[in-house]
DNA sequence: CCCTGATTCGC
DNA sequence: GCGAATCAGG
């Protein structure tokens, strides 16, 4: 692949817009994401301007008013906007490759998971923050619903159900850092133990 | 661990 | 010019 004219005005695009070197190598295909940041060196756009962003006024000294062929910017009153909103993200997630390989989803076999013990018991519903269990509640709505063998090293691997019923699954969100579970449930799977010390028994 | 962009340097 | 390897952060 190279940089034909319009894999460089996509790849201006897309970095414009703020999308990230991986991203935008995905969407070109062909190349990684160092070939991305390279060629964006290259074009010397490794500053995020440009595009409709005002990103002036944060120099000190700042001059050179340079006269846009088609920017004009006839505005030059108050400043009525505390937050220029830098997220204009007009197109919510929607990508994912058109041809890519159309099997071999699974290409390394991870057969780890001790599908014997690590799982962590139900936590009864009591002495838990309740506001993690909100956040636990409302989470298991986005939840991968996994199968247990559909759960690698980064998925989450709380349980949810009944095993003996086939409404079990896992979570299945991303994992965080190196836990077996997402930040939701490692709210309530590793509680400070400063909230269940007076547990007297 | 995952990710990000920045730089270097052989090609 | 190109981009993998590496560096430096989050």
Same mark, same amino acid.
């Given at each position: 692949?190279?940089?034909?004219?319009?894999?460089?005005?996509?790849?201006?695009?897309?970095?414009?817009?703020?999308?990230?070197?991986?991203?935008?190598?995905?969407?070109?295909?062909?190349?990684?994401?160092?070939? @991305?940041?390279?060629?964006?060196?290259?074009?010397?756009?490794?500053?995020?301007?440009? #595009?409709?962003?005002?990103?002036?006024?944060?120099?000190?000294?700042?001059?050179?008013?340079?006269?846009? $062929?088609?920017? $004009?910017?006839?505005?030059?009153?108050?400043?009525?906007?505390?937050?220029?909103?830098?997220?204009?993200?007009?197109?919510? +997630?929607?990508?994912?490759?058109?041809?890519?390989?159309?099997?071999?989803?699974?290409?390394?076999?991870?057969?780890?998971?001790?599908?014997?013990? $690590?799982? $962590?018991?139900?936590?009864?519903?009591?002495?838990?923050?309740?506001?993690?269990?909100?956040? @636990?509640?409302?989470?298991?709505?986005?939840?991968?619903?996994?199968?247990?063998?559909?759960?690698?090293?980064? +998925?989450?691997?709380?349980?949810?159900?009944?095993?003996?019923?086939?409404?079990?699954?896992?979570?299945?969100?991303?994992?965080?850092?190196?836990?077996?579970?997402?930040?939701?449930?490692?709210?309530?799977?590793?509680?400070?133990? #400063?909230?269940?010390?007076?547990?007297?028994?």
């Amino acid at each position: 692949m190279s940089w034909s004219d319009e894999r460089v005005e996509l790849l201006k695009k897309l970095w414009g817009e703020g999308q990230s070197a991986s991203q935008i190598a995905k969407e070109l295909g062909g190349v990684t994401r160092n070939a @991305v940041i390279g060629k964006v060196h290259r074009l010397g756009l490794s500053n995020r301007n440009g #595009s409709g962003g005002a990103a002036a006024a944060t120099a000190p000294a700042e001059s050179a008013p340079k006269p846009k $062929p088609s920017a $004009p910017k006839p505005e030059a009153k108050a400043k009525p906007a505390p937050k220029p909103a830098p997220k204009p993200e007009p197109k919510p +997630t929607v990508e994912e490759a058109p041809e890519a390989a159309p099997a071999a989803p699974v290409s390394r076999v991870r057969q780890i998971i001790p599908a014997g013990q $690590p799982l $962590p018991p139900q936590p009864s519903t009591n002495e838990i923050d309740p506001a993690a269990l909100a956040k @636990v509640s409302e989470v298991e709505k986005k939840a991968k619903r996994l199968s247990l063998m559909e759960l690698t090293e980064r +998925t989450c691997k709380w349980p949810v159900g009944d095993p003996a019923t086939d409404d079990f699954w896992f979570c299945g969100l991303s994992v965080q850092s190196g836990k077996p579970y997402c930040e939701a449930h490692v709210g309530v799977a590793f509680q400070p133990m #400063s909230s269940r010390r007076d547990r007297k028994r």
